[in-house]
Nanobody, 124 residues
Framework: QVQLVESGGGLVQAGGSLRLTCAAS????????MGWFRQAPGKERGFVAA????????LYSDSVKGRFTISRDSARTTVYLQMNSLKPEDTAVYYC?????????????????WGQGTQVTVSS
C-alpha cells in the first residue's frame, strides 16, 4: 500500500522560507511522478509543482515559479518542496501526491495517491 507522509509545515513570517518533505513508501519510488498541491481556506485545491520520475523535468504554477523548488531523492524515496520568499497568500494545507506516469501531470484528478497534508501559515 502506497503511503505519502508530509512534514515540514509551520508558521513563518512573510519573506521567510520553509522546506516541505514527502516520504513515500509501499511502491517503487522510481515509478512515481510526484506533485505538490495546496488548498487555502475556502478555496479549491490547486497545483503547485511536480517532478518527473528521474527528476529531470519540473513543472510549477505561475504563482510559485521562481520562489519554490521541487526536488526528489531516490535513495530516501522523498520529495521536497523548498519554499522561499513566502507570502501570506501561500498560506494553505500542502498535499503531496503521486501517480505512476511517464508524462507530466498537473491536474488533481490525474493523481492516484495522496498524503494527509501539512499546514503552512505565512504571517504578514
Amino acid at each position: 500500500q502506497v503511503q505519502l507522509v508530509e512534514s515540514g509545515g509551520g508558521l513563518v513570517q512573510a519573506g521567510g522560507s520553509l522546506r516541505l518533505t514527502c516520504a513515500a513508501s509501499g511502491v517503487s519510488f522510481s515509478n512515481l511522478y510526484m506533485g505538490w498541491f495546496r488548498q487555502a481556506p475556502g478555496k479549491e485545491r490547486g497545483f503547485v509543482a511536480a517532478i518527473s520520475r528521474i527528476g529531470g523535468n519540473t513543472l510549477y504554477s505561475d504563482s510559485v515559479k521562481g520562489r519554490f523548488t521541487i526536488s526528489r531523492d531516490s535513495a530516501r524515496t522523498t520529495v521536497y518542496l523548498q519554499m522561499n520568499s513566502l507570502k501570506p497568500e501561500d498560506t494553505a494545507v500542502y498535499y503531496c501526491a503521486a501517480v505512476n506516469s511517464w508524462v507530466p501531470v498537473s491536474r488533481e484528478e490525474q493523481y492516484r495517491y495522496w498524503g494527509q497534508g501539512t499546514q503552512v501559515t505565512v504571517s504578514s
